[in-house]
């Protein structure tokens, strides 16, 4: 009995290994559905998603801003799972104003536009009562941040916007980039404080004659260390999707990448080991841009037909996340839901034939596994 228990335990344990190594599934639809505040909007008759996404980097949370109708000016959007055929989004209030933004790598803080930190622990649990705890960094529209290393509680972080409105240089939408270098302490009972903060560095004035001195559409990598925006007024005329590398003196930029294209903005994956972090965008459908070979690749072979939001992001293990309308027809009757898709790139078919093509059949990994997941997971809690 005791010999026959011990196999059964070792099979079990073999089992579950097994299917941790297992590909995800390619697709997966997370719907809005069964609150209050999923009701299709009056003027378009679709539910609102949001004018601007951020993707947690455990694929656990939206950050969603300018939310629409029935919802508070900027939510967490809680991705949940029960099974493998019930997944939901739930909605999280907050008082946070306009585009509010996440500090990217660990999402240690989402902060307000006037600077203020909150933890997402904070956020999640107190909604709207969360209060921050501490202010720092760029304030205004259509900031970016990253944090850039962590190590004994302290963090530090770079914050990337132009000037606020009002300054000569600068007007709602377009501005010359300048950026900040603070650091952060974690203290007991996971409140934290600020520990020092820089002065303002304008950016890549050593560009200015190619690149001009005017920018849109900034958005700061995983780590902090670069940065993609549009030139407004380049030498070339052509304004496209760019990646500048920030040098050291947090002042000159290095051009990287040119996209040869417009974007409603570019976001970074997280680092791939050996490679360069791909990059995803939205326009009308969804692309990733392989910095390293140098080509757009359309995300495709979705299940159900789909609209998809302006603004796909990368999870920490390498999922790609979006908002969208989509056309479900799996009860035999189609209806049109919303809510987000999750997709694992590399297993859709733009990828996977650019991956088998001569030369390069292991460029990508054939899937992300569940052991991805958990990995990444892992990473985050250590981090935090």
């Known amino acids: 009995m005791v010999s ?40 378009t008759g679709y539910i609102q998603l949001g004018t601007y996404s951020r993707i947690s980097p455990d694929g656990k949370y939206v950050l969603r801003s300018l939310s629409g109708q029935y919802l508070t000016t900027v939510t967490l959007m809680k991705l949940t799972e029960v099974g493998e055929k019930n997944k939901k989004a739930t909605a999280i ?4 104003k306009n585009e509010a933004f996440a500090v990217q790598n660990t999402w ?48 530090i972080i770079r914050s990337l916007s132009w000037p606020s409105e009002g300054d000569a240089s600068s007007s709602q939408g377009q501005g010359a980039l300048y950026n900040k270098i603070y650091s952060v302490k974690k203290n007991d009972h996971n409140s934290y404080s600020l520990i020092s903060e820089s002065s303002n560095h304008y950016l890549c004035g050593n560009l200015r004659k ?25 030498k070339n005329h052509n304004p496209t999707m760019r990646i500048y590398k920030i040098a050291d003196n947090n002042k ?32 009308g459908q969804v692309y990733i841009y392989d910095r390293d070979l ?8 979705y299940p159900m ?29 189609c209806q049109t839901r919303s809510g987000y898709v999750r997709v694992d790139p590399y297993q859709t078919p733009n990828l996977k034939a650019l991956s088998h093509h001569i030369g390069f059949e292991t460029h990508y990994p054939k899937c992300i596994t569940y052991d991805d997941i958990k990995d990444s997971e892992n990473w985050l809690l250590q981090h935090k």
């Open 4 to 43: 026959k228990l011990l196999i059964g335990i070792l099979l079990t344990n073999v089992s579950h290994a097994l299917a941790n190594k297992n590909c995800i599934p390619a697709y997966e639809y997370i719907p809005f559905e069964g609150e209050s505040w999923a009701k299709p909007d009056p003027q």
């Open 93 to 96: 209030e907050t008082d946070l």
């Open 108 to 155: 240690r803080f989402i902060v307000d536009i006037n600077k203020e930190h909150h933890t997402l622990e904070n956020l999640t649990t107190k909604g709207k009562k969360s209060k921050p705890d501490l202010s720092a960094g760029v304030n205004g529209f259509y900031t970016t941040a990253a944090e850039i290393s962590s190590s004994n509680n302290t963090s």
């Open 210 to 234: 190619t690149e001009g001195s005017i920018f849109t559409l900034p958005m700061l990598s995983m780590n902090g260390s670069e940065f993609s925006a549009m030139p407004v007024n380049p």
């Open 252 to 283: 000159d930029c290095e051009l990287i990448d040119d996209l040869g294209t417009t974007a409603s903005k570019l976001i970074f994956g997280h680092p791939r080991p050996g490679k360069k972090a791909l990059v995803s965008y939205a326009s």
């Open 294 to 301: 140098q080509t757009h690749l359309e995300i495709n072979g």
């Open 305 to 333: 037909a789909i609209i998809p939001d302006s603004f796909p992001g990368f999870t920490r293990d390498g999922r790609l996340v979006f908002a969208a309308h989509w056309s479900d027809c799996s009860t035999g009757t």
